[in-house]
């Protein structure tokens, strides 16, 4: 039994689980800011310099509010529902590489959590079971609004996973595994594009697959355009009605902790990861990370609301078949060649 | 005693734990979380058997989507239309009880002598390995062996979907009008009146208040509501 791998693992787990709060909670001041100056207004920036101490001190004020739980709720699945939420939401980051391995006193240490063969799939799976946080928090509410919009919420959810995982599958079959150390390896290789010498990024070699990833990303997460079941103005809040205070923040943060890793599953799927011209590093995953959150913040800032029932069909109607075309596709160049792929 | 068998054990008592929650609960709604915690815990065990694909297909599939579709079914359905759970005649209860222990008592002696125990088949671990891992493996031989059984499958998802689709189909006028006819309209307007007592006495509808209902229903006159309903009117008073 390696113990001290174990306890490298754990202490690694601990940093990244402690840089994803921090970075969830100066996410919400990201979003705020740079929604505003979207607006053409200012946002935040009175508390502390250009606002940075905002999300400490809307944290000290959720706290500090009253603990309210509805008559009606089943208490023991209210309290714990906005916790499964809130859990599962980080997961996801521990099979990212954040970096090539090192080695420190003679031992590899690995800049992931764990490198397990089946990296996506855990991740969708995560994605998966985290639906239970919303239905739970809008049945416990006993309130027949949140019970619809906690409805409405997972049948998105479950729809768009599907289109989320199919995107995924021409990945799997470029590379033949589903490890995401094996995937990044795999985006190192060159591409050769007539006289371009590009980088085998999947976002190159898998662009329809890109689009779909990203669409089914904003929808799994409940962001606009696809917040329906949240947005103020449909059925009160959705699932989140009866909740205030802390546990409210709960689902809020879930929500911000989803869309980082999303954005960094995403990065590292489809733009190489640590890859980057000089240096590999963490440095550049982060910066693709940050693009995508900020292309997160502008389709809020940019695009209405879809109603439920265009939600739902351009899900099935639309991403599904789009997604078996592209897996199709791949499959088809993979097999015969054509000297692409 | 080792590691793995002290996390085997924890995730085996919880895993029976949580299945007799499922059991014991009263709240069907407890009972689904409940077998949400079992699944869960029984994937852990599969990844300690170092079936990693199979673990996460349980999650994926029976947890998040199967026990999805059973917690909307139960939350979209009230306490009390559901079916007593509690009571039921002795000797049915009995019966469930003694049917059980005898389950029980059969698993328990295929588990002990171990006599259900089959061969070792071709994937050993070394096997496994060297094709690349378990979803090679797994892949190799779905799509080899198995590509049949995969096919039928597929059709009988098929047929499941197109029987869930033809089910929710929207009515069409013709089937709305069949169904209008079917049911009848009940009217209290009896040509003296309502018998609401102390409420006080409704003046009697004259007969050009008395339309005919739509979609050519049949009207039926009747003296009091209780020769129709259970429940009692609004402002009605019960006399037993």
């Given at each position: ?21 921090l970075?969830?909670?100066?996410m ?5 800011r ?16 250009f ?8 944290a ?15 208490r ?9 939420s ?5 997961l ?6 954040f970096g090539?391995?090192?080695t ?6 690995h800049?992931?959590?764990t490198?397990?063969n ?7 799976a995560?994605?998966s ?22 409805l ?6 479950i729809s ?7 995107s995924?599958v021409?990945?799997?079959i470029?590379t033949?595994?589903?490890?995401l ?9 060159t ?16 662009p329809?697959a ?5 669409i089914?990303a ?8 696809f917040d ?39 990065s590292?799927?489809?733009l ?46 639309v991403?599904?078949p ?20 | ?10 995730l085996?008592?919880?895993?029976i734990?949580a ?12 009972s ?5 915690v ?17 673990a996460?297909?349980q999650v994926?599939?029976?947890?998040g989507a199967i ?10 359905v ?8 509690h ?23 295929a588990?002990l ?8 088949g ?17 892949g ?6 198995y ?9 009988v998802l ?13 009515e ?6 069949a ?10 307007g009896?040509?003296k009146?309502?018998?609401?007592g102390?409420?006080g ?9 008395l339309?005919?209902?739509s979609?050519?229903?049949p ?15 609004w ?6």
């Amino acid at each position: 039994m390696d113990w001290i791998g174990l306890l490298i693992s754990y202490i690694f787990g601990f940093i990244v689980l402690n840089v994803l709060l921090l970075c969830m909670a100066y996410m919400t001041w990201f979003e705020r800011r740079v929604l505003a100056l979207m607006q053409h207004r200012v946002g935040p920036n009175r508390t502390g310099p250009f606002g940075l101490l905002q999300p400490i001190a809307d944290a000290v004020k959720l706290l500090a509010k009253e603990d309210i739980v509805p008559a009606n709720a089943d208490r023991l699945v209210f309290l714990v529902a906005p916790l499964l939420s809130f859990m599962l939401a980080p997961l996801g980051a521990l099979v990212i590489p954040f970096g090539d391995s090192l080695t420190l006193f003679g031992r590899t240490v690995h800049l992931y959590v764990t490198d397990i063969n089946i990296a996506v799939l855990y991740f969708l799976a995560l994605g998966s079971v985290g639906v239970y946080g919303i239905i739970l928090g809008g049945y416990a509410s006993g309130n027949r609004y949140s019970i619809l919009g906690a409805l409405r919420s997972t049948a998105q959810v479950i729809s768009y996973e599907l289109v989320l995982g199919l995107s995924l599958v021409g990945i799997f079959i470029l590379t033949g595994s589903l490890s995401l150390v094996d995937i990044l390896r795999e985006q190192e290789q060159t591409l050769t594009l007539g006289p371009l010498q590009l980088p085998n990024w999947f976002i190159l070699s898998q662009p329809l697959a890109f689009v779909l990833f990203l669409i089914a990303a904003v929808a799994e997460t409940n962001r606009a355009p696809f917040d329906l079941p949240e947005a103020e103005t449909e059925l009160i809040a959705g699932y989140i009605t009866e909740y205030s205070g802390f546990r409210f923040s709960f689902y809020f943060l879930a929500e911000y902790i989803n869309m980082i890793v999303v954005s960094l599953m995403a990065s590292t799927l489809f733009l190489g990861g640590i890859d980057g011209p000089f240096a590999r590093g963490v440095w550049w995953l982060i910066l693709k990370a940050l693009i995508f959150l900020f292309f997160y913040v502008w389709l809020r800032a940019t695009l209405p609301r879809f109603r439920y029932d265009q939600l739902m069909g351009l899900a099935w109607k639309v991403l599904l078949p789009l997604a078996l075309l592209n897996i199709a596709l791949t499959g088809l160049v993979r097999l015969w060649g054509l000297g692409l792929l | 005693m080792s590691i793995q068998v002290l996390v085997f054990y924890l995730l085996a008592i919880v895993s029976i734990g949580a299945a007799a929650g499922v059991v014991l609960a009263r709240n069907p709604v407890h009972s689904a979380i409940a077998l949400m915690v079992t699944f869960i815990n029984v994937a852990a065990i599969y990844v300690m058997l170092r079936a990693e694909f199979l673990a996460v297909a349980q999650v994926i599939v029976y947890t998040g989507a199967i026990l999805v579709l059973v917690v909307f079914v139960l939350m979209l359905v009230q306490q009390q239309d559901l079916p007593e759970f509690h009571g039921g005649r002795p000797l049915r209860i009995a019966t469930g009880f003694v049917l059980g222990i005898l389950l029980l008592a059969e698993v328990l002696a295929a588990i002990l002598t171990r006599s259900l125990r089959g061969q070792p088949g071709p994937w050993t671990p070394d096997a496994v390995a060297a094709v690349g891992g378990n979803i090679q493996a797994i892949g190799r031989e779905l799509y080899s062996a198995y590509t049949l059984p995969i096919q039928v499958t597929a059709i009988v998802l098929l047929m499941a979907t197109i029987g869930a689709i033809f089910l929710a189909r929207p009515e069409t006028l013709a089937e709305r009008i069949a169904a209008a006819r079917r049911i009848f309209t009940i009217s209290l307007g009896h040509p003296k009146g309502t018998d609401l007592g102390p409420i006080g006495e409704l003046p009697a509808p004259s007969q050009a208040e008395l339309k005919p209902a739509s979609f050519t229903r049949p009207l039926i006159l009747a003296k009091s509501a209780d020769e129709f309903t259970e429940q009692p009117a609004w402002g009605e008073v019960v006399r037993r």
